[in-house]
């Protein structure tokens, strides 16, 4: 148990919905980061917050959003979803701001869109 | 930019020691080199992390060359619960461009 928790686990959806994904950190992490793996896919990075602010940004799509609350617990928005979009979301958490650091995987969120 | 380039899969036998090598010839000169490892629909799970020369814990040992433009992730005695994607990653922090890529990853089976 890596200490960090996501909901829900699993999410069946329609085209065009619009869900959010949530994430809290390990105790005492101050940085939050989302991927997205699809089927048989390497892991891409979204983005990552730190102390509730935006501090890197991958290939994050213009339909997805995510933020971070001052709980440091953050969520991830996914709107007009597409088939495509059908994938694990993974969130991680580090204690310092920048990467190079170890991250802590929670257990994902499976995203299936019909 | 840092890009990553590993085998896609590897195959071995419990009891051997299987080494899987990334390539990173790009690397910049703040970069560290980590390995994850990943199982089945499970987040992946930090094994080590380096910058040069030679760095060992107790589930691997990591070997970067002096130019640092490869690494090798050396796993000792392999048992078949090491089966998994093995995940080379280079970070590159930058002020206002902020890079993390992850490597395809190593497919590693472990046969009795």
């Known amino acids: 148990d890596s200490g960090v928790t996501q909901t829900p686990k699993h999410l069946i959806t329609a085209t065009g919905q619009r869900v959010t994904l949530r994430c809290s950190p390990r105790s005492g992490d101050l940085s939050v980061y989302w991927y997205q793996q699809s089927l048989d896919q390497g892991l891409q990075f979204l983005i990552q917050?730190?102390?509730?602010?935006?501090?890197a940004k991958g290939n994050i799509l213009e339909r997805f959003s995510a933020q971070q609350f001052p709980d440091l617990h953050s969520e991830l928005n996914l709107s007009s979803l597409e088939l495509g979009d059908s994938a694990l979301y993974f969130c991680?958490?580090?204690?310092?701001?920048?990467?190079?650091?170890?991250?802590?995987f929670g257990p994902g969120t499976r995203l299936t869109v019909t | 930019l840092a890009k990553t380039t590993q085998p896609i899969s590897m195959d071995s036998y419990e009891g051997q020691e299987v080494n899987i090598t990334c390539s990173h010839n790009n690397i910049a000169t703040n970069d560290y080199i980590t390995w994850y490892q990943q199982f089945p629909s499970q987040g992946p799970r930090f094994i080590i992390q380096g910058y040069k020369t030679k760095v060992t814990n107790e589930v691997a040992s990591l070997f970067i060359p002096a130019d640092r433009k490869s690494s090798t992730l050396s796993l000792p005695r392999v048992s078949l619960s090491d089966t998994a994607v093995y995940y080379c990653l280079v970070g590159t922090p930058k002020v206002d461009n902020y890079q993390l890529i992850w490597g395809a990853g190593t497919k590693l089976i472990i046969k009795p």
């Open positions: 991680a958490s580090s204690v310092f701001e920048v990467s190079l650091e170890e991250q802590y």
């Open positions: 917050y730190y102390n509730g602010e935006e501090r």
